[in-house]
């Protein structure tokens, strides 16, 4: 089939290259000359591992192409794909200005009948918006679809080709079977629904794992307050197959260009609609205090940050990504930064993207170099590089070896043999031998490193 897909961002042209991969013709569709030039040299502009090598191949072969118009993009297109961004505006809803204005340049040079298909997440309602604003200046046949994507940064690619299941919503038979035959290549469970539920569904996950979340994060809590092991107890919650064990990693909450949106905006949607999603207020309010909470231990441990020198593992707002958005790293660094601390950064891959958009923050070229002299190293985002930094010497290269681990990476007692000051989520703290675990609020156990 023929496909387009406005927008080559991380859904975009994860759509698109791995559409192409499975045997359609696409063009993929941006604005932004500088992009698309690049991706026509074969310059992929996000991290995604393998999507570069889908790229490349679907290019070399002729399957994919590129270009800056709409009009030439959709000319031969039975199905075109709406991937642009929906950011949060500041009450907390979509904002839908990018969706919208594809939608009003596709309704003044389309010219034959084909599905406008909105792959970005957007409240309910939005495609029916969509399918009327063409239409003002379109007067042909064609029908709307919502098939939202449910891509991990970090597995777009892999979830792409092996999605656990195809959700496709559709006010008419025939765009329901264009949909059908695009991915009849897919061996998975395929849920066709009227649009509202498609575009509902999509909400409701995000804000069900967001949830988890948030639960376990505030078991952390309680965890620690009474000496039990939040590893232990989401391990043992997992097992139940009514529970399962994914989103029970206690850590410092979500980030990213989709949780936090797509939490606030259900919410926002439910109170639009004279219903107070209480549940998700709470998600909400937890997962920003849970990184403030950490913030706060960190300060108390080291006695403020007046001249410490910090290292912060990790900017990316999770692993195998290079997405800074909504990143705790950078709101920590900036914090510290204020606070009178002087902080070295390093991230294995996000590093080139912060130096663009935040070129005050001073950057390391390893986790190592980042740590060296440092009075404390605060790890947010856990690559598997860290969990592999050989502990001994780290420990000799700073300046007093404390580690706040906010993802849970290191293993408890392999920190106390290293002699580390060890703090990290839901688990019971490890003091240097000569220094009292509680004691941080004045700083004792610094003070007891550094005397030493």
């Known amino acids: 089939m023929n496909i387009a897909v406005v927008g080559t961002g991380y859904v975009g042209l994860v759509t698109g290259a791995c559409l192409a991969d499975r045997g359609h013709c696409v063009i993929c569709i941006d604005s932004n000359e500088k992009i698309i030039e690049g991706l026509i040299r074969g310059t992929v502009p996000i991290h995604e591992p393998g999507l570069e090598d889908v790229v490349l191949r679907t290019t070399a072969s002729g399957a994919l192409t590129f270009c800056i118009s709409i009009r030439e993009g959709i000319s031969d297109a039975e199905v075109i794909f709406l991937c ?5 505006k500041n009450d907390g809803s979509a904002d839908l200005s990018h969706v919208f204005g594809a939608a009003e340049e596709i309704g003044r040079v389309l010219d ?29 046949a064609f029908d709307v679809a919502s098939n939202p994507e449910f891509l991990r940064e970090g597995n777009a690619v892999s979830d792409f080709f092996r999605p656990d299941r195809l959700v496709i919503g559709t006010d008419g038979k025939r765009a329901q079977e264009t949909m059908a035959l695009l991915y009849e290549v897919f061996d998975c469970e395929k849920v066709f629904t009227d649009i509202e539920s498609a575009e509902m569904i999509k909400y409701a996950s995000n804000a069900f794992l967001a949830t988890k979340i948030s639960f376990i994060n505030e078991m952390a809590q ?13 391990r043992g919650m997992g097992l139940d197959s009514r529970i399962g064990p994914k989103f029970l ?3 410092l909450g979500y980030g990213g260009s989709c949780f936090p949106k797509d939490v606030r905006a259900l919410y926002q949607t439910a109170g639009l609609n004279g219903y107070q999603f209480q549940l998700l207020r709470s998600v909400i309010e937890v997962n920003n205090t849970i990184r403030w909470t950490f913030y706060q231990k960190i300060k108390s441990v080291l006695g403020g940050f007046q001249g410490k020198r910090i290292a912060v593992w990790g900017m990316a707002f999770k692993p195998d990504t290079d997405d800074i958005r909504e990143s705790i790293a950078l709101e920590y660094i900036e914090r510290m930064q204020d606070e009178g601390a002087q902080v070295v950064a390093y991230d294995p891959v996000a590093g080139a993207r912060v130096a663009k958009a935040r070129p005050k923050i001073m950057l390391a070229h390893s986790a190592l170099e980042a740590a ?18 050989d502990l001994k010497a780290l420990s000799k290269m700073m300046h007093t070896p404390v580690l706040f681990d906010g993802r849970n990476v290191f293993d408890v007692e392999s920190m106390r043999a290293a002699g580390f000051v060890y703090h990290s989520i839901g688990r019971v703290p490890v003091a240097s031998s000569s220094a009292s675990i509680l004691a941080p609020l004045v700083g004792i156990e610094i003070a007891s490193l550094r005397s030493q």
Not at 84 to 88: E, L
Not at 222 to 233: N, Q, Y
């Open 112 to 140: 034959h009948d084909a599905v406008v298909v909105s792959k970005s997440t957007v409240p309910v309602g939005t495609s029916h918006r969509i399918k009327s604003i063409i239409a003002k200046t379109y007067k042909g």
């Open 84 to 88: 642009v961004g929906t950011p949060p």
């Open 249 to 251: 990693r206690a850590g």
């Open 222 to 234: 309680v965890c620690e307050a009474v000496g039990a092991d939040v590893e232990d107890v989401a």
């Open 372 to 389: 060296k002299d440092a009075d404390a190293v605060v790890l947010v985002t856990e690559w598997d590089e860290f969990e592999r930094v």
